[in-house]
């Protein structure tokens, strides 16, 4: 079962910041966050991962809270090609990545 | 497009048919994984390989599924005796370890 939660959707506007929040209440010190999405019909796509600093790429930016029980992704300027499901998932760190625990995600929709 | 392909892209087979799925993972990737998608629900982790080695295989991996990776390069997935419950999309991941998973566009299937 996944170990993050995140809202089942939100809309933003073309042009505007979309800001997706993930809770991470069971993230271990070692975990990285991690957040992909899924545009229809596709396979994921990686967007951004973190430890414990904010990140930037660019695709995202990525904030975690100090106590890394949540995190926001940020898109900032999103476009209709952002329309998709976002997953935030926490992973093990170390030379061991293994399989990524998906969640239900957060159904993103991005309107004129 | 990943680097990760998939064949087929879509197959529909009748209760009871056995059917088999490809995935070329990036070359140089030493890990390929193998999860399955059903409509409204995020990817389902089923099994993944280091090289030829296969060394985690989930509960919902049932006796009519196997998967090989002969020469650590491409895998397959087969599916025997299929029943309607399997339709869904079964996706391919490629990684190196401790890197990032690429995802194929996936294999949609669908049992009649």
């Known amino acids: 079962d996944a170990k993050t939660t995140q809202p089942t959707s939100m809309d933003c506007a073309e042009g505007r910041a979309a800001n997706l929040p993930c809770n991470h209440s069971t993230i271990s010190g070692n975990e990285y966050v991690y957040w992909y999405r899924q545009i229809h019909s596709q396979g994921p796509q990686y967007i951004i991962h973190?430890?414990?600093n904010n990140e930037t790429n660019e695709m995202a930016s990525l904030i975690i809270t100090e106590d890394r029980k949540s995190s926001t992704l940020i898109l900032p300027h999103a476009t209709l090609r952002d329309t998709a499901v976002y997953y935030c998932?926490?992973?093990?760190?170390?030379?061991?990545?293994?399989?990524?625990?998906f969640g239900q995600g957060t159904i993103l929709t991005v309107h004129p | 497009d990943t680097g990760v392909s998939q064949d087929p892209r879509h197959k529909i087979t009748k209760r009871g048919q056995n059917v088999t799925f490809r995935c070329d993972p990036i070359s140089e990737h030493n890990r390929l994984y193998w999860y399955r998608q059903t409509l409204g629900q995020g990817p389902e982790f089923l099994t993944y390989f280091q090289n030829e080695a296969q060394l985690e295989k989930s509960r919902l991996l049932s006796d009519r599924f196997s998967a090989e990776r002969p020469k650590g390069s491409f895998s397959t997935l087969e599916i025997q005796r299929t029943e309607q419950g399997d339709s869904a999309m079964y996706l391919c991941?490629?990684?190196?370890?401790?890197?990032?998973?690429?995802f194929g566009p996936g294999t949609r299937l669908t049992v009649l």
């Open positions: 991941a490629s990684s190196l370890v401790g890197g990032l998973q690429f």
């Open positions: 998932i926490d992973l093990g760190g170390g030379t061991s990545y293994g399989k990524l625990t």
């Open positions: 973190g430890l414990k």
